[in-house]
Structures are given as C-alpha cells and as structure tokens.
C-alpha cells in the first residue's frame, strides 16, 4: 500500500461539479492498493498517518500530529501510485489492485483510520474522476510504502 501524505491549509474534491470533500488545516491523503496489501499494511499506515509530526508547534517546528491540531483529512483512492514506468513511456499498472480487491481494501483503511483518529473522515469517490484541489502548506509531501518500511 501506497500513500502520499500531504499536509494541507485547505483541501477538495469534487465529482461531476459537485464537491464531495472539503476540509480547511489537515491532511490530503492518496492512497494506491495493490493485490498484496493486508490488514498489517492498513494497521502500519493508519499509525503513522496518526502520529507523523509534520504540522508546527508553538514555535513552528514540525512537533505536532494532526490529532495535535485537531485537523481533517481527506482520503482519495488513486491506483496510478503503482505506476511501474521501468517499460517505455506508457505507465503500466500492472501492480495496481483490481477494483474486487482494492474497495474493501480502502474501505477497511478509512474506518481503520477513522476509528484511530476518533474522527470522521472525508473522502472522495472510488473510480470517479476527480478533481483534487489543495494548497500545500510548506510545502510539506511525505511518500510512505507499507512494503518499504526502512
């Protein structure tokens, strides 16, 4: 499993014009999936999403949580965080779970996520095309691989 950690002063995301996720000071979480995620990734992800200390302190030094500052999240799913480009110039996503694996995968990451943040969490839709809007406060953007835990 796959995510970028984006840490955000404003946040979006809208589906055929009509905007489905909308958050101020949080994070912009993408999340890609692929067929050998388990529920150890999930679990090993949600706690650092939870703990990572990318937002300021009273100082403004990279101290605080985003449970610290009591932000929002959003989570979009996006499958082209599998893109393998080592072939030409056309991205294959080969490695990218198929829809029958990846929803209840994502579903499970959001109420793992919602549950460890004691929080409701905003999301876009699986599939959809969507229109990411953010601005990127730092900017501050953290790629994390459940595969790749060094």
Same mark, same amino acid.
């Given at each position: 499993?796959?995510? +970028?950690?984006?840490?955000?002063?404003?946040?979006?995301?809208? +589906?055929?014009?009509?905007?489905? =996720?909308? !958050?101020?000071?949080?994070?912009?979480?993408? +999340?890609?999936? @692929?067929? =050998?995620?388990?529920?150890?990734?999930?679990?090993?992800? +949600?706690?650092? !999403?939870?703990?990572?200390?990318? *937002?300021?302190? @009273? #100082?403004?030094?990279?101290?605080?949580? !985003?449970?610290?500052?009591?932000?929002?999240?959003?989570?979009?799913?996006? *499958?082209?965080?599998? =893109?393998?480009?080592?072939? /030409?110039?056309? &991205?294959?996503?080969?490695?990218?779970?198929? &829809?029958?694996?990846?929803? &209840?995968?994502? @579903?499970? *990451?959001?109420?793992?996520? @919602?549950?460890?943040? #004691?929080?409701? $969490?905003?999301? /876009?839709?699986? /599939?959809?095309?969507?229109?990411?809007?953010?601005?990127?406060?730092? &900017?501050?953007? !953290?790629? $994390?691989?459940?595969?790749?835990?060094?």
């Amino acid at each position: 499993m796959r995510i +970028v950690l984006q840490r955000v002063s404003e946040a979006s995301v809208t +589906v055929d014009q009509k905007k489905v =996720a909308d !958050i101020q000071k949080g994070l912009l979480i993408l +999340v890609g999936i @692929e067929e =050998a995620d388990t529920q150890e990734d999930i679990d090993w992800l +949600v706690g650092k !999403i939870v703990k990572m200390r990318i *937002f300021g302190d @009273e #100082n403004d030094v990279m101290n605080c949580s !985003i449970q610290d500052i009591d932000g929002d999240i959003i989570v979009v799913s996006q *499958f082209t965080l599998h =893109a393998s480009t080592k072939k /030409g110039n056309r &991205p294959s996503y080969i490695k990218a779970a198929k &829809p029958d694996f990846a929803i &209840p995968m994502y @579903e499970n *990451f959001l109420q793992s996520l @919602e549950k460890e943040f #004691n929080k409701k $969490i905003q999301t /876009g839709i699986f /599939g959809a095309d969507m229109k990411v809007s953010l601005v990127n406060d730092g &900017p501050v953007t !953290i790629l $994390i691989d459940s595969k790749n835990r060094d």
